[in-house]
């Protein structure tokens, strides 16, 4: 059964909140998989907590990525 996006949206505050626990999380978002809709979690590193995270939030699938840390990038000139 596919999740619409509405699902997800409703899921994506819980699924931010259990996954804020293990103190990495720099991005939370939705994406599509298929015809269906997901929760991206993007990770800072990889702690031993972040293994005990849920694959679903409300029925609704959540997917982990980690990305690093965020850094500042050269500000173009205007």
């Avoid at 997901?38 to 990770?43: Q, R």
């Avoid at 590193?45 to 959540?62: Q, S």
């Avoid at 990525?65 to 500042?72: C, E, N, T």
Wanted: hydrophobic share 40%; aromatic share 2%.
């Amino acid at each position: 059964m596919s999740t619409s996006i509405e699902q997800a949206r409703l899921a994506k505050p819980k699924a931010k909140e259990i996954a804020g626990s293990c103190g990495t999380v720099i991005g939370v978002g939705l994406i599509r998989i298929g015809d269906s809709y997901a929760i991206k979690i993007n990770l800072r590193d990889h702690v031993p907590e972040t293994a005990d995270l849920p694959k679903t939030v409300d029925g609704v699938k959540v997917v982990y990525d980690v990305i690093g840390p965020i850094s500042l990038q050269a500000v173009g000139k205007p």
